[in-house]
């Protein structure tokens, strides 16, 4: 049997807040979360953030995420990122293929590279799917949310599983303040462990859920079993409200 896997919990501040905004809210949560026995925390800052946040979270177990990663090594990607400049910036992991990204013309293709030159310069990789309302309810969530994992993971290999995530971000769920139910979740993130099992062991990766997480909801929706944390936009931007669905999964 594999080892119970350790939850994370991940916030994505999307475009808020200035370096000096992001070193005041991450010494205010380093306060608030203290030692986080037991679960994986991270905050995703803007880029230009990046190294403010890391500073004030230097000592805590808090880590920070980039929002992107770019796949090439360097080179003419004019307002492009590499994993070396994150990780250079203080960055130990990056979302990759965000409904937000995908929306912006990123490809599967693009999150397939991204995904394997993140890994491959030691980032982890938190690997976002999820549907639109319209695939909802044509039936078409499972078959939507199974090309998306394959694609994303067509480079990936079994000896990546512990440096892969995977959030289940459903488009309709993300700041509408409409979240998945606890069945809906839970249904979605089993697809995307069972089709993500084809490349690594299933059973030790960690699925996300992501889309209108509050201090309310957090709690119902990572004790599903197929849950193993969170991906948080809104609620993550006041670090009491973050603290709290942190509070909720240890
Ligand atoms: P909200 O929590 O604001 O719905 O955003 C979810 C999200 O997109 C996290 O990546």
Redesign the pocket.
Known sequence: MSAPRRPLVAG?W?MHKTAGEARDACAALAALVGGAPGIDVAVCPPFTALQAASEALAGSPIAVYAQNVHEADQGAHTGEISAAMLRDAGAAGA?VG???RRAAGDTDDQVAARVRAGIDAGLLIVM?CGESLDTRRAGDTQAWVTRQVRAGLSQATAADVDRLVI?Y?PIW?????ETATPEQAQEACAIVRAVAGEVVDGQALRVLY?????PANAAELMACPDVDGA??????LDPESFAAIVAAAS
């Open positions: 994505n999307k979302l965000h409904s937000e976002c959030a971000e769920a993300i700041g509408t303040g992501g889309g209108s997480v509050n991906l948080v936009g809104g609620a993550s």
